[in-house]
């Protein structure tokens, strides 16, 4: 559904993971939608590899076993998720045709959340492994990419004006709507556009949230650098809670934002979704069945 597709780019896809460098999370958001969706899924090993290289400079010692967990990856969640990724698009099927509720929208929500931290559970045992071998210029490589998008962001949003924020928000949500639904009337869109005005999101507030994210995981791979005797274990316990503090954030004001967002998005999805006409949302079974026929295809390839 389109509150929660991606952009057709699979290297798109890959970058918008903000503070989170971990193999699987890749492969799961590969699965976003894009037209093209059959091939930038066969070749989501070469382009993480490529996105990964660009936050840690791997060493040559180091890039054969990335690219061989990369396609161990790939391979489990062919088998593991793919199934279920096509039992959620068959659940969104059949709700489509009808009105939908805030509870309804969010309730897929969740359920297409767990499918996206799976992989980054999987990946868990491969990922300490190689957070053991990095180096001091590595980390200092990655916290100088940490900075260079830290200044992207700056000047995307928070240089900008609220309202230069707000008609971004709107042709983003735009894009997505109109690749999902086919092309929106007037009515609709000045529904949208007053919702993002009324939205609680805060661009500084996110700000905040990824440059804390990143001091946790930068502050994490040094002290198993510093430490001589550290072992898979504490590495894997490292990660596993920066996953989950990205997933669950600590109380404080990102998380009152991050739960109200959560339900807004509910909100403005069904509201959306309740206003689309019979060929709007005849269109949005076509695109659901459309991604279904791909991963099916793509369950059955080698």
Not at 39 to 44: F, G, H, K, R, V
Not at 50 to 60: I, R
Not at 217 to 226: E, F, M, P, V
Request: proline share 5%.
């Amino acid at each position: 559904m389109p509150s929660f597709s991606g952009n057709c780019c699979a290297r798109k896809i890959l970058a918008r993971i903000i503070g989170a460098p971990l193999l699987a999370l890749a492969l799961a958001l590969g699965l976003a939608g894009c037209s093209t969706i059959k091939l930038a899924y066969n070749n989501l090993p070469e382009l993480a590899y490529w996105w990964l290289d660009g936050y840690f400079d791997f060493e040559s010692n180091q890039t054969a076993a990335v690219r061989d967990e990369l396609d161990r990856l790939l391979a489990w969640h062919r088998r593991n998720e793919l199934p279920q990724w096509i039992a959620l698009l068959q659940k969104a099927q059949a709700l489509a045709p009808g009105d939908t509720t805030p509870a309804q929208a969010c309730e897929l929500a969740q359920a297409l959340r767990g499918r996206l931290l799976a992989p980054a559970e999987q990946a868990e045992p491969a990922a300490a492994e190689l957070a053991l071998t990095l180096t001091p210029a590595q980390l200092d490589h990655l916290q100088r990419k940490y900075a260079k998008l830290n200044a992207e962001y700056r000047s995307d949003w928070l240089d900008k004006s609220r309202e230069a924020q707000q008609a971004r928000r709107y042709e983003q949500w735009l894009d997505r709507a109109e690749d999902f639904y086919g092309p929106l009337d007037e009515a609709q869109k000045k529904a949208m556009r007053q919702r993002i005005a009324e939205s609680s999101f805060s661009a500084a507030l996110f700000d905040a949230e990824r440059k804390r994210r990143q001091g946790v995981l930068l502050a994490g791979l040094r002290s198993l650098a510093a430490t001589r005797d550290a072992s898979p274990a504490d590495a894997r316990k490292m990660l596993h809670a920066y996953v989950r503090t990205v997933s669950d954030p600590p109380a404080g004001r990102w998380r009152e934002q991050q739960q109200a967002m959560w339900q807004e998005g509910c909100r403005n999805f069904a509201d959306l979704h309740n206003m689309s006409t019979p060929a709007q949302r005849a269109q949005a079974v076509r695109r659901l069945a459309g991604y279904e026929a791909d991963l099916r295809a793509l369950v059955m390839q080698p």
